[in-house]
């Protein structure tokens, strides 16, 4: 059924100007900001904290990987059924006082149990980040600039990593890891009272024009409606193999400059953190502009721009891998960062257009549940499995080779986007 013309008095111009959304926006970049300082910064940890603790890469693979991944992506679909009927910015205010305090709390592990079950409970609260913030902002922005908002929202991304790494690497070498995590915790419980007290939560279907008819979707029947669609079901496939390979880039990338290149915690995590955070921004922020310019003519390319970026980051990847030192390996990391990163927005985007307005917390969360399983869980975790595998053959070595085999994954993730592509046009929800 057809959706009316939104005449509510909620979308004046005084309550939703432009200003309004644009610091509404500001905000929940900052939120998940945070949300990646919290999540990544045990990646420039793991060499300090494998060596205290006595832990194995399989084990620090299971951290970084399933024992986050699997309690984000599962409660992330529940949580965004109560977002597809309750106020999303209570929600997301909440998740992020529960992560930064679990954060502060992993300073205080003493052991592989204590560490699991602190990221656990990160898991748990940033599973009510994104899939509400989507939702607001595909509320806030109409359908031709939403690309390019959840591109700018994605730089939470490359933001978090360059912070996480740069202030934990340093943070370690001064004070240790343990302080690390009490520093960048508290201050994300502030950061709630901020969201909480300042934002406004926006009217469903705003952005277009169209009043919410208050019928919800159960979660099956939202999963099915999606699975039904071609093109969600590659893109989703294809963003999940990118996720894999950039997820075991971000998680394992300290770990190989300090075994292989020699480099400490501070140095690694300040080259890593500039080359994470600003190429790596920049290929969020390009790949949304790229995708709303040509597929304002194709919808096609909307995918496709993917695709062409993901193959071409697959030779400069293994460079990476195969370099003689620290700064060959570094110069060749910095267009795969970019290119890599193509897929962030308009994956998201592309997924939101395909659902009606009360399935798109949830349609957020069925695509975060599918690359957050496939990716930040089982990436992390196979880089972690193969390096042990490869330790009697390769030695301190190994970690490059584990490395540089799951780089070519990245032909796979390129093929689906192209077959996403051929079937988007006839799928996209026009009602």
Known sequence: ??????????????????????????VLVVVYTFNFIDRQILSILLEPIKQDLGLSDTQLGLLTGFAFALFYATLGIPIARYADKGNRRNLVALALAIWSGM??????????????????????GE????????????????????????????????????????????LNEFFGWRVAFFVVGVPGIL??????????????????????????????????????KRSFRHLA??????????????????????????????????????????PGGIGIALG????????????RWYLWVVSVALLAGVPFSVGVYLGESA???????????????????????????????????VAAAVLLFILNIIGLGAGP?????????????????????????FSFVNIWAAYHYYVAGKYLQDDLETE
């Open 237 to 278: 496939f294809g963003g999940a193999l990118t996720a894999f390979v950039g997820y075991g880039v971000v998680t394992w990338m300290p770990s190989y400059l300090i075994r292989s290149h020699g480099l400490d915690t501070g140095d690694a995590g300040t080259y890593l953190g500039l080359i994470l955070g600003i």
């Open 327 to 361: 700064l060959v390996a570094l110069l060749f990391l910095i267009l795969p960062v970019a290119l890599g990163n193509f897929y962030q927005a308009t994956t998201f985007s592309q997924t939101q257009g395909l659902v009606s307005l009360r399935m798109r917390a």
């Open 103 to 124: 954060t502060a709390l992993s300073g205080l592990a003493q052991n592989f149990w204590h560490l699991l079950l602190a990221r656990i409970g990160v898991g748990v």
């Open 1 to 26: 059924m057809a959706e009316p013309v939104n005449s509510s008095p909620a979308t004046d111009t005084s309550v939703f100007s432009p200003a309004a959304r644009q610091y509404a926006l500001s």
């Open 381 to 405: 975790q196979a880089v972690g499995i193969v390096s042990d595998l490869l330790s009697d053959t390769y030695g301190q070595e190994s970690l490059r080779y584990s490395l540089l085999i």
């Open 127 to 170: 599973a009510g980040c994104s899939p509400p913030a989507h939702s607001m902002i595909s509320d806030y922005f109409p359908a031709e600039k939403r690309a390019t908002a959840l591109g700018i929202y994605s730089l939470g991304i490359p933001f978090g990593i360059l912070f996480g790494f740069v202030a934990g690497g340093w």
């Open 191 to 228: 950061l709630a009272l901020v969201v909480r007290f300042s934002l406004r939560e926006p009217p469903r279907g705003m952005a277009e024009g169209r009043v919410d008819a208050g019928v919800q979707p159960t979660i099956g029947e939202t999963f099915r409606y999606l699975w039904a």
């Open 288 to 299: 949304g502009w790229v995708a709303d310019r040509f597929g304002a003519k194709d919808v």
